[in-house]
Structure formats: C-alpha cells, structure tokens
C-alpha cells in the first residue's frame, strides 16, 4: 500500500504540481493519525516492565502453584524483546517449580522461553539442545502450537547461521501450525520473519508481498509485527536507493519499537537509519546513529546485532580513511565473531548429538514395533495349536481303540527305542562337549571384539581432536595475521615511509596475502574431514564468477606475461546463471586459474571455455605447462600431494587446493575432473547441476 501512495505522489507532482503540496499534506495526516493509533494500541496493551512488577511476580500470593508457573511465564514472553537475561531469569524459576510439580507443558514451555533468551545473547548451542528437548515433549503431547514456537526459534537459529532456506522451511513450518490454530498475531510474527529472510536473498518483491500479508494480520492488534514490518520496508527502500522511504519507514519503526521497548528492531531500524544518511552524505549523523545502534545492542546484550554494528561502524570508518578507528572497530568485531564461531562449532556438536539421538529413537520404536509384530503373530499361532489341539483330542478319543490293539506292537518296538535312545545320549554328550568348546571361542572373540571397538573408538577420537585442532589454530591464526596486513597497507598508503621501507612493506603483504590464504585452505580441508563445511546456494552467473577472479589474477598473470582468453557465447550473461554458493564456486575457479599459472610457462596462454549444456554448466580450463603424468592423476585430489611437474616461477603451494576444490563440487551435486598427456598440458574441468539444491532439515517434521 506504501509503495502505490509514492507512486501516485509521484504522478500527482507531474501532472497537477499545484496540487502537490496539499496532496502531501493529506498523506501526512494520515501517516499521523495511523501512528497514533498504533501508539495507543500499544501504549495500553503491553504489559508495563517496571522492576517492581518483576518483584511482586515472586511477592505475590496465587492461587495454586500452577497459576504462579504461568503468570512467570507470561512475564519471561513479554520481555523477552526488553530484557532478555531477564527473561532466562524468570523462565528458569518456572522451569524448577513445574519439574517439581511434574507439569510436562509448563516444563516445556519455559524451556522454549530460556532457549529464545539463550539465542538473543549468541548462546545458539543452548538454546538448540532447550528447543530439542521442548519440541520432542509438545510433540509427544501433541500440541502443535508448542512445535510451532520452537520452529520459529530454531528458524532464527538458521537466519543467524545464514542458512536462510533452511530458517524459509522452519518458519513456513511454524506459520501452518499457527495458521491451523488461528493464532494471528503469531502467524504475522512468521510471515514477518519469512520476509526478512527474503530480504536478505535479495529477493524484494516477494519480500513486500510477504510482509503485506503479515501486516493485514496483525493490523487489528499492532503489537511486534508493525514496527518488525515498517524496518523491514525501510531497508528495501535503503537497497532501491529510495532514501526518502527509507528514512519514512525507519523513523516509524525506530519510534514503535521506543514505545515497545523492543531492543533488537531499535537497533536494527538505527543501523538502517545511519546507512541511509550515510549514502545520502550526512556522515556525522550516520555515523552517530550507527553508534547509538551499538550501544542499544550492548546494552540489551544482543551479540549478533552487537557483532554487526562493529562490523557497519568498521566499514564506514575505513571508506573516511580513519584506519585507526577501523582497526578499533574491527578488532572488537573479530573478538566477538570468535565467540559466535565457537558458539557456532558447538551448535554443530549438539545438531550431530540431535541426529544420533533421533536415529536412535527411531531404532527403538522399529524394534517396539517389530516385538509387537512377533507377540501378534505369536497370539495367532496359540489359537492355531489351541484349535489343532481340540481336534487333535477328539481324533484321540476316537482311535482310543485302536490304540489298545497297537500297544501290543508297541512292546516290541521298545526295546529297539531303547537302544536308539542310548546312541542319542551318547551324541548329545558329544555335542555338549562341542558346545562348550564353541562357547569358550566365542568369549574369546566377543573379548577381542570388544578391544577392538575400544581401539577403534580411541582412534576415531584422536582423529577428531587433530582436525579440530588444526581448525582452532589456523582459525586463531587468521585473525593476528589479518591485522598486521592491514598495519602493513597502513603505512604503504600513508606516505611515510621511504622507498626501500616501501619495498620491504610489499614483500611483507605478499608473504601475509600467502599465509592467509593457506590458513584458509588448511582450515576448509579440517571443516571438510570434520563433514561441517556447508553451502548456502544461490542464483549466480557463472561467467560473472570467473570474470571477476580473472580480474583478480591479472598482476600474477603480468609478473609472468601470462595471458588469458576467453570462449563463451556472444548473447551476454543470460546463459550462464544456474544455483550455487558463489563464495565456493569462486574458491574453486581461484583454485583452477592458480594452478594453471603456477604449472604454465612463462609468456603462455590460458584458455578458458564455459558453456551451458542442457541441466549442466560447463567450464574449462586448459594450459600449456608439462601436463600430468598417470600417478599424477590418481593422486592430485588428494590432501598434501605434491605433484612431479613444479611451479615455472617456485611459487608455494599447500597441497589442499585441488582436494578442496573437489569437496565443494561434490557438495553441488557435480563432477571434477583433469584431461592431460604428459608434456601437452592439462585442461581440468568442472561440471555443476543448474538446478537448486534441496537442503535436509534438523527435525523430524510430523
């Protein structure tokens, strides 16, 4: 609806310019008489967060301990956008009393309620294993509406983690559930954070019909979705460069989120804010309320929102070449995406335990089931032997004469019985006697088994702690080495130093470029054995890709007259798109173009084909160096190989690039592989799905 007013304002100032001002006046009006009404309705349906009504919640005599356990409950929900230490706080005190009283729903309830405040302060592995436990209990009551609070969490777990069709899946998830129960403020609440994670995919106008629909639900009740809803319009106006709506929207939203205390669209609408004045040339407001953003979120202890404002104020600082205050900025950020990334790598631990125990839960209700199964089938056979038995009987009664005349032949027979009797005790001894040699063996294997998977177990352990702590080193390496370059590109650029400090300083970035990208590597390959590297695909140009990291080659590719040409289709770049995770396809295409340099000859060309075939896009690229030979080729994708050929220039390499580069296109769905002769060149290509990728959720959903 916003967005037809500015296109009719627009029309309306072409054609009738002596009507515009009051047409503005109009639209004024009625922007003011909406505010108010929003502001009424939550002026006096909140509930006030004073510290005295904290208080007198644990002061105050109920009526049962049950009524005690919700009011507490409903406090910790209400503040849970205010204060959300508090809010684990009172959410914990009613989790003790209801595992007293053995209330499951209240149990799960208020676990769901510390698991939301966890995940405010960064706390993302606790707040994952509080979810776990809440959601298998609400499903184990069958209360859908409970599962649909704890998709909406685990959703904001995934849009932090950047897993944004993973959050799209949870939070549609939660959004039926809701809808099922006619539960319309909350169902806005989803339809709001569905709309913010297309945002951030970049898709807009799907975005804005999102959050029309969210805003028609919740228009009668106003509370989180209006001022959630008015910061998400303001940032895509901020991305359509409409400067004017952006700031609309985001006073609106910077003053409702005031009103409803709710720290975290206060400090996101303040960032939006600030960048909107800062790309309209007002620094010194920006930069104020970028830092007002910050404080805000210190404040409210919300760590990824506190991890962003760093990262914003950094870059705004580093384009006014403030490089100290960049480097201040920057420091405080890396220091605070190291805890994320730990939190992270712990999220990842308790995912894997989620998954081993939900395989295990469902190993139990299958042998539930098929020990079921056997008692049915073992109830049938009864009644079978029963019936058989009653005909048996009266079979009996009838031959019951006969069996008089047959006892006399019996007597003879006895004796022969007699005498196979005795053969067969003679057997049964001896297969006793085996029996028990058999037993004895099986305990010795049973034991040398249970060695075996103890070693096993030590093994696969020691494994793990070495590549996670390769991981952990050359994580923490990248950070020192990251902020002596930017020290060392400091002085480059300030001027004052002389030419031969200039010199020293370049080799000193070069030598930093190169341990930095090694750490990376090393640090992927250890993600890669540990099964954590993931990818988040998108709608990207292949050709774009490949352009831009040639871009990035051209000073290596001078250092040794090296050249590059390019075979594609002469119909620009709509060819070329398929879905992908861009930053790994660069990393690969980075890879490829490397290698090729490092093994070309000086004064060569490199020739790079790509080419969409049906569901396939192709791409090639071919040098001239010495080509592979047969072991070569069987080892080349392995971790730390070290080829025959060497580099034409000594360049370094770690020995992960190309097993890297493998990895990745495998987790596309696609195909790497290298055609070469030795002494001709290698020509290495790479073949991936245009189709987009499905991604698996945590959860099991019902």
């Not at 208080?55 to 406090?75: E, G, N, V």
């Not at 709001?192 to 951030?200: F, G, P, Q």
Request: hydrophobic share 40%; net charge positive; charged share 25%.
């Amino acid at each position: 609806m916003q967005t037809n007013l500015f296109k009719i304002t627009a029309l309306a100032k072409e054609k009738h310019p002596h009507r515009y001002r009051l047409w503005w006046m109009f639209l004024f009006c009625c922007a003011l008489v909406q505010n108010c009404v929003c502001a009424y309705s939550l002026l006096f349906s909140q509930t006030p967060f004073s510290e005295q009504n904290i208080r007198s919640a644990f002061a105050t005599k109920y009526p049962s301990d049950t009524a005690k356990i919700q009011h507490l409950q409903k406090l910790a929900q209400d503040i849970n956008a205010v204060n959300p230490d508090l809010t684990i706080l009172l959410a914990d005190s009613s989790l003790k009393m209801a595992r007293k009283l053995g209330l499951r729903r209240e149990i799960a309830n208020a676990q769901r309620l510390i698991a939301f405040g966890e995940q405010r302060t960064g706390r993302m592995a606790t707040a994952m294993r509080q979810y776990v436990e809440a959601f298998n209990t609400f499903q184990e009551l069958r209360d859908t509406v409970g599962m649909a609070h704890c998709y909406n969490g685990l959703g904001i777990i995934s849009f932090e983690q950047k897993k944004y069709d993973q959050a799209l899946e949870y939070y549609a998830q939660a959004n039926t559930w809701f809808s099922a129960n006619n539960i319309l403020d909350r169902q806005s609440a989803t339809l709001s954070n569905m709309a913010y994670v297309l945002l951030k995919k970049g898709v807009l106008d799907s975005a804005e019909n999102t959050l029309s629909r969210a805003m028609a639900l919740d228009m009668r009740r106003a509370k989180d979705t209006l001022a959630f809803a008015r910061m998400t319009f303001s940032e895509i106006a901020l991305l359509r460069k409409n400067f004017i709506q952006a700031q609309y929207y985001g006073e609106t939203a910077l003053q409702l989120a005031l009103n409803t205390k709710n720290k975290v669209v206060e400090t996101r609408a303040l960032n939006v804010l600030g960048l909107t004045a800062l790309q309209q040339g007002q620094r010194a407001e920006g930069m104020r309320l970028l830092e007002r953003g910050l404080q805000t979120a210190i404040q409210a202890h919300l760590a990824y929102r506190v991890w962003e404002s760093y990262q914003l104020l950094s870059s705004t600082a580093f384009q006014k070449n403030d490089f100290q205050t960049a480097y201040q900025y920057l420091s405080q950020a890396e220091q605070i995406h190291d805890s994320l990334m730990r939190e992270e790598q712990s999220l990842a631990q308790v995912i894997l335990e989620v998954q081993h125990e939900r395989q295990r839960r469902e190993q139990e209700t299958t042998l539930l089931e098929e020990r079921n199964t056997r008692q049915v089938w073992g109830m049938y056979g009864l009644g079978i032997g029963v019936m058989i038995f009653l005909g048996f009987s009266a079979y009996l009664l009838l031959l019951s004469r006969r069996v008089i005349r047959i006892n006399t032949a019996l007597k003879a027979e006895k004796a022969k019985v007699e005498q196979q009797k005795n053969i067969v005790d003679e057997q049964a001894q001896e297969i006793s006697l085996i029996n028990q040699e058999l037993e004895r063996r099986n305990d010795e294997l049973s034991s040398i088994n249970g060695d075996l998977r103890q070693l096993n177990k030590a093994l696969t352990e020691a494994e793990k702690n070495r590549l996670q702590m390769l991981g952990v080193v050359s994580h923490d390496l990248r950070s020192p080495l990251s902020s002596v370059l930017l020290v060392s590109e400091h002085l480059m650029q300030s001027g004052e130093v002389n030419e031969s400090a200039q010199k020293l300083l370049l080799r000193q970035s070069e030598t930093l470029h190169r341990l930095i990208q090694l750490t990376r590597d090393i640090l992927d390959a250890a993600q890669q054995e540990l099964g954590m590297m993931t990818i988040e695909p998108m709608r990207v140009n292949m050709l774009s890709i490949v352009r831009f990291v040639v871009d990035g080659f051209q000073e290596t590719l001078l250092k040794k007259g090296q050249t590059i040409s390019f075979m594609q289709h002469r119909d620009g770049l709509e060819k070329y798109w398929l879905w992908a995770d861009e930053r790994r396809i660069m990393q690969v295409v980075e890879n490829l173009i490397s290698n090729a340099s490092k093994y070309a000859p000086l004064n060569s060309e490199i020739l790079i084909r790509i080419a969409q075939k049906q569901d396939v896009m192709r791409l090639e690229i071919q040098d001239q160096g010495p080509g592979l030979s047969g072991e070569d080729k069987e080892k080349m994708f392995g971790y730390f190989q070290r080829l025959s050929a060497k580099p034409t220039a000594k360049e370094s390499s770690s020995g992960v690039g190309l097993a890297i580069a493998k990895n990745i296109v495998k987790l596309h769905k696609g195909k790497i592989w290298c055609e070469s002769e030795l002494g001709k060149g290698a020509t290495f290509i790479v073949e991936l799905p245009v189709a987009l990728p499905v991604a698996a959720p945590i959860l099991r959903k019902n």
